[in-house]
């Protein structure tokens, strides 16, 4: 079934974006890590992890070296839930990252 824009039905829901680097820690283990359990925890059906080549932020320059070992590039951890789930698990994601990195939520209609 389409609307009269031609589209399909959309579910109104929101984006969570995270971007830490990629060897934060949290209570002694990998941030990325934790986050993940968390998500799986609050019974979001998934989430994704994107390694990025470069950025800059407050925390200072980091990009890939000549032959692509850099030690702490920047990782993107990107998840969509309903809104109400998004609020359960946000007050822990912002304890977890805290200062040291950002975090980021966009309206999202899912298909």
Do not use: C
């Amino acid at each position: 079934m389409v609307d009269e824009t031609g589209l399909p039905p959309s579910k109104s829901m929101l984006k969570l974006t995270i971007i830490v680097r990629a060897r934060d820690s949290f209570e002694g283990k990998p941030l990325v890590d934790v986050l993940l359990s968390l998500y799986k925890r609050a019974g979001i059906s998934g989430a994704t992890v994107t390694h990025a080549a470069r950025g800059y932020g407050v925390r200072g320059v980091a990009r890939a070296d000549v032959l692509g070992l850099s030690v702490n590039l920047p990782t993107i951890i990107e998840t969509v839930a309903d809104k109400e789930t998004i609020g359960k698990v946000l007050p822990e994601v912002q304890r977890m990252i805290w200062s040291n990195g950002l975090i980021a939520t966009e309206d999202v209609n899912v298909y």
